[in-house]
């Protein structure tokens, strides 16, 4: 019988499906594996079944769309909601089907890696996410989804219910694997114990046969579906010429299962079965456990997709409002939110006033008051009355989607100490591997009976499990964590980063004051009125994303060709004629003349000017955050330095300085305040920023840490380590306690994994403990470990106390 190349069926028809792969002509089930196998031959990617380690799924097992049914997805409409924009191209997750083994992420990599306009390919093998970026509108996402579908893949975009249905299958499947293991080891237990001498009274040679034989078929499932996944993940590794955590339980388990197969044949020796049944077991099971403790804290961020309505109710003109599913809204539509009802998509209120709880997406606990003209995000919870609401942003588009694929990244990325953690255990893999194999050839020399056993308990006792679970267990916990306080982690080393700041430098507007300013004054200085002069003023404000905009309120004319210059003012042409609004050197020099003195009175005063000079003086007031001052008491307790820099150059930066008792420098420009920060850095300082504007993303990317305001503009949260969504200071004393549990915990997570590792070591070589015992130990390590991680989900109100003062590490 001859088996198809690719899925390894039995082919039906021998000679009428053939390809020619990697110089030889193979035979094929069906039209389906041929062509699987001739594209993959034409991308010259036929090592994938060099690689594979075993058969592939035949296509017709795919549940896949049709080629023609593809183009749907290059619909704007459906490619808005199942994709997102990344600099020039765009970005989608897909959901994969039919991937067996790390070959077939390699062949996925590699084939879409070579398509003209493919930026970025990642799959995670282990939840089978598929993560594709690319140029647009060269590719579309059909297109991909096609080529993954030439390959032998079916795929569709992955959305987050769908991911919490596989995961919950896998829980299943996983519990399924642990209760066979635990029923059959019991009972195999009992089979294998019947024929110790000590229960062996009177028990003829065909009854001890047969037992021997029971407990070899109890056991054999235990080995081949339970320990299934571990064989298939130490072998996947071997194949990559790599050591795995599964490396050593395999051989403990498969030397246990051969020796027991020997003595069941032979009838000499002992029965190991009982052994394999009780190390699976307790593997299985803390394996099992680990899996839900680290899912607990993920709870938090893929809990947020949950928070949405499967319907809401829109409003039809003309007619009563209709529920519709949340796919088919659109931005521009408008729907009701009934009290105590979920806000389905991000938008803008129309009409009703209520509170909503906004904690799940910035950390915030009191309930915000929102009213018309007020903007809402998706997954919010109205505690009011009914509102209406103008739809603006749905599906990826929604602020609680970009939070998600944030805390992915953020959670997906590994800080440096945990690569040292990754690194540091395969060493002590490998060196157990060596210990183990040095020892059971001494033993075998002085008690050859005893050499086994030695072996056995070296290969189980020594797997680091606990040391690569030490670090990232409780950066992922520590980051759900921050997440519901409303401190939204962008980059995975900010943690460690954190434990080592001696400096904290802060922006004043939008930072630490409200960002909520109000108009105190308008000072004339030429022939413009100062109404009409105002009304420039807004003209110029209005299309800006800066605190100060809000200060000047609604236009009736139009600024046109209106540019930024961070850190100095707006120019624009407003009524026929280019004017500045800003710093009253850079609005002065418009018309080549001197900067006017600034006014005495207190506020933060810009200057509008024209071709011919100065026109008017605005004074603008924001309240200080009345967190801030706590803020900086923290700083101060734990030894910081505290600076303010700043681009205003008004008197309301030295009241703010003085209100604080801080050093302040006003005046600068994005470069001067880069300038700033590379001083600090050549003094040896690690520098802390907090800021919210464009002019502070420079700073906020070079900075140690980066931290934007939630209000903050989109360059600064782009550039920044950590977005605070809550715009909440408080919030801060409360992430760097945590981030110094967070450090403690690693450092007891580290100490006791290096701990229990070292000390279980020359037990085991000694044959001081059985392999029973050393797979109990093992297991109770590794979940010691985990269940100290989540001590890091209880976030506690942080004071300086709280803090301690332990030398900073330089690793």
């Given at each position: 019988?001859i088996n198809?190349?690719?899925?390894q069926?039995?082919?039906a028809y021998?000679g009428?499906?053939?390809?020619?792969?990697?110089?030889q002509?193979?035979?094929f089930?069906?039209?389906?594996?041929?062509?699987?196998a001739?594209?993959i031959?034409?991308?010259?990617?036929?090592q994938?079944y060099?690689?594979r380690?075993?058969?592939?799924?035949n296509?017709?097992?795919?549940?896949r769309p049709?080629?023609?049914?593809?183009?749907?997805?290059?619909?704007?409409d459906l490619t808005?909601q199942f994709?997102?924009s990344?600099g020039q191209g765009?970005?989608?997750?897909l959901?994969?089907?039919?991937i067996?083994?790390?070959?077939?992420?390699?062949?996925?990599?590699?084939k879409?890696g070579?398509l003209?306009?493919v930026?970025?390919?990642q799959?995670?093998?282990?939840?089978h996410?598929?993560h594709l970026r690319?140029?647009?509108?060269?590719?579309g996402?059909?297109?991909l989804?096609?080529?993954?579908?030439?390959l032998?893949?079916g795929a569709e975009?992955?959305?987050?219910d769908t991911?919490?249905?596989?995961?919950?299958?896998?829980?299943r499947s996983?519990?399924r694997?642990?209760g066979?293991a635990?029923?059959?080891w019991f009972?195999?237990?009992?089979?294998?114990?019947a024929?110790?001498?000590e229960?062996?009274?009177?028990l003829?040679?065909?009854l001890h046969?047969i037992?021997?034989?029971?407990?070899?078929?109890?056991?054999?499932?235990?080995?081949f579906?339970?320990?299934?996944p571990?064989?298939?993940?130490a072998?996947?590794?071997?194949?990559?010429?790599?050591?795995?955590?599964?490396?050593?339980a395999?051989?403990?388990?498969g030397?246990a299962?051969?020796?027991?197969?020997?003595?069941?044949?032979s009838?000499?020796g002992?029965?190991y079965?009982?052994?394999?049944?009780m190390f699976?077991?307790f593997l299985l099971?803390?394996?099992?456990?680990?899996?839900?403790?680290?899912?607990?804290?993920?709870?938090?961020s893929?809990g947020?997709?949950?928070?949405l309505?499967?319907t809401?109710l829109r409003?039809?003109?003309?007619?009563?409002?209709e529920?519709?599913?949340?796919?088919e809204?659109?931005p521009g539509?408008?729907v009701?939110?009934?009290?105590g009802?979920?806000v389905p998509?991000?938008g803008v209120?129309?009409?009703?006033?209520?509170?909503?709880?906004?904690a799940?997406?910035?950390?915030?606990?009191?309930?915000q008051?929102r009213?018309?003209g007020e903007?809402?995000?998706a997954?919010?919870?109205?505690?009011g009355?009914?509102?209406?609401?103008e739809?603006t942003?749905?599906g990826?588009?929604t602020r609680m989607s970009?939070?998600?694929?944030?805390?992915e990244?953020a959670?997906?990325?590994?800080?440096?100490l945990a690569?040292?953690?990754?690194?540091?255990a395969?060493?002590f893999?490998?060196?157990?591997l060596?210990?183990a194999?040095?020892?059971?050839a001494v033993w075998s020399?002085l008690?050859?009976?005893?050499?086994?056993?030695?072996?056995?308990?070296?290969?189980?006792?020594?797997c680091?499990?606990?040391l690569?679970?030490a670090?990232p267990?409780?950066l992922?916990?520590?980051?759900?964590?921050?997440?519901?306080?409303?401190?939204l982690?962008?980059?995975?080393?900010?943690?460690?980063?954190?434990n080592?700041i001696?400096?904290?430098?802060?922006?004043?507007t939008?930072t630490?004051?409200e960002?909520?300013p109000?108009?105190q004054q308008v000072?004339?200085?030429?022939?413009v009125?100062?109404?009409?002069?105002l009304?420039?003023?807004?003209?110029l404000?209005?299309?800006?994303?800066h605190?100060?905009?809000?200060?000047?309120?609604?236009?009736?004319v139009v600024a046109?060709?209106?540019?930024?210059e961070?850190?100095?003012g707006?120019?624009g042409v407003?009524?026929g004629?280019r004017l500045r609004?800003g710093?009253?050197?850079?609005v002065s020099?418009?018309a080549g003349?001197?900067?006017?003195k600034?006014?005495?009175n207190?506020?933060?005063?810009l200057l509008?000017?024209?071709g011919q000079?100065?026109l008017a003086w605005?004074?603008?007031?924001?309240?200080?955050?009345?967190?801030?001052?706590?803020l900086?008491d923290?700083a101060?307790?734990?030894?910081?330095?505290?600076?303010?820099l700043?681009?205003?150059r008004?008197?309301a930066?030295?009241?703010?300085a003085?209100?604080l008792d801080v050093?302040?420098?006003?005046?600068?420009?994005?470069?001067?305040?880069l300038?700033a920060l590379q001083?600090?850095r050549?003094?040896?300082?690690?520098?802390?920023?907090v800021?919210?504007?464009?002019?502070d993303?420079?700073?906020?990317a070079?900075?140690?840490?980066g931290?934007?305001?939630?209000a903050?503009?989109d360059?600064?949260?782009?550039?920044a380590?950590a977005?605070?969504?809550s715009?909440?200071l408080?919030s801060?004393p409360r992430a760097f306690?945590?981030a110094a549990r967070g450090?403690?915990i690693?450092?007891?997570?580290?100490a006791w994994?290096?701990l229990y590792?070292?000390?279980?070591?020359?037990?085991?070589a000694f044959?001081?403990?059985t392999?029973?015992w050393a797979a109990?130990?093992m297991?109770?390590s590794?979940l010691a470990?985990?269940l100290n991680a989540?001590r890091l989900?209880?976030?506690?109100p942080?004071?300086?106390?709280?803090?301690?003062?332990?030398?900073?590490?330089t690793c």
């Open positions: 019988m198809c190349y690719h899925c069926l039995p082919v021998p009428r499906y053939r390809a020619s792969v990697a110089g002509v193979c035979e089930c069906c039209p389906g594996c041929q062509a699987v001739e594209t031959a034409a991308a010259g990617l036929e994938f060099h690689y380690d075993g058969p592939s799924l296509p017709r097992e795919l549940a049709a080629l023609a049914e593809l183009a749907v997805y290059d619909r704007p808005a994709t997102h990344a765009r970005e989608a997750t959901r994969v089907q039919g067996t083994c790390a070959a077939c992420a390699w062949l996925i990599e590699r879409l070579q003209p306009g930026q970025q390919v799959l995670n093998l282990a939840n996410r598929l690319w140029q647009a509108p060269a590719l996402l059909g297109e989804i096609g080529q993954l579908q030439a032998g893949y975009p992955w959305q987050p991911a919490s249905d596989a995961l919950a299958a896998e829980n996983a519990l694997r642990l066979v635990g029923l059959l009972q195999a237990m009992m089979a294998t114990m024929t110790w001498p229960f062996n009274l009177d003829s040679p065909a046969q037992l021997r034989w029971a407990a070899f078929m109890l056991t054999t499932p235990i080995v579906y339970s320990c299934g571990l064989f298939r993940g072998w996947r590794a071997l194949r990559a010429r790599h050591l795995s955590m599964d490396l050593s395999a051989l403990a388990i030397l299962y051969g020796a027991g197969i020997y003595t069941a044949i009838g000499q002992e029965l079965f009982d052994t394999v049944g699976a077991l099971g803390s394996r099992y456990l680990e899996r839900r403790a680290r899912e607990r804290t993920l709870v938090g893929q947020l997709a949950r928070l309505p499967a809401c409003c039809v003109p003309g007619a009563e409002a529920r519709v599913l949340l796919a809204l659109r539509d408008r009701q939110v009934p009290g009802g979920q998509a991000d209120i129309l009409a009703g006033q209520a509170q909503l709880d906004e799940l997406l910035t950390g915030e606990s009191q309930a008051a009213g018309p903007a809402v995000n997954g919010t919870l109205n505690l009355s009914a509102l209406l609401i739809v942003a749905t990826s588009g970009a939070i998600m694929r944030l805390l990244q959670q997906a990325q590994k800080p440096a690569q040292w953690a990754d690194r540091a395969q060493v893999l490998g060196s157990s060596l210990l194999a040095l020892f059971g020399w008690d050859a009976s005893q050499a086994f056993w030695v072996v056995l308990a070296l290969l189980v006792a020594t680091p499990c606990a690569s679970l670090i267990t409780a992922t916990a520590a980051t759900a964590s921050l997440q519901r306080m409303g401190l982690v962008l980059r995975g080393d900010v943690l460690e980063n954190l080592r001696d400096t904290l430098v802060l922006d004043k939008g630490l004051s960002g909520q109000t108009l000072l004339e200085l030429g022939a009125p100062a109404a009409k002069a009304d420039w003023a807004a003209a404000q209005a299309p800006v994303d605190p100060l905009a809000r200060a000047f309120g609604p236009s009736p046109e060709a209106v540019h930024s961070p850190g100095r707006l120019e407003v009524a004629q609004l710093d009253p050197a850079f020099q418009l003349t001197a900067a006017p600034l006014p005495t207190h506020g933060q005063w509008l000017g024209n000079g100065p605005f004074a603008v007031h924001d309240r200080l955050r009345p967190q801030a001052p706590a900086v923290y101060r307790a734990r030894g910081w330095r505290v600076l303010i700043s681009g205003d008004s008197p930066l030295a009241e703010v003085a209100q050093q302040a420098e006003g005046g600068l420009t994005p470069e001067q305040k300038s001083r600090l050549a003094e040896g300082r690690r520098v802390l920023v800021g919210d504007g464009a002019n993303a420079p700073l906020l070079a900075a140690d840490v931290i934007a305001m939630g903050g503009t360059l600064s949260k782009a550039r380590d977005v605070l969504l715009n909440d408080a801060l306690a945590l450090r403690r690693v450092l007891q997570n580290l994994a290096a590792n070292t000390l279980v070591l020359p037990f085991a044959d001081l403990i392999p029973a109990l130990g297991s109770v590794s470990v985990v989540l989900g209880r976030t506690p942080a004071t300086a106390q709280e803090v301690p003062t332990w030398p900073r590490s």
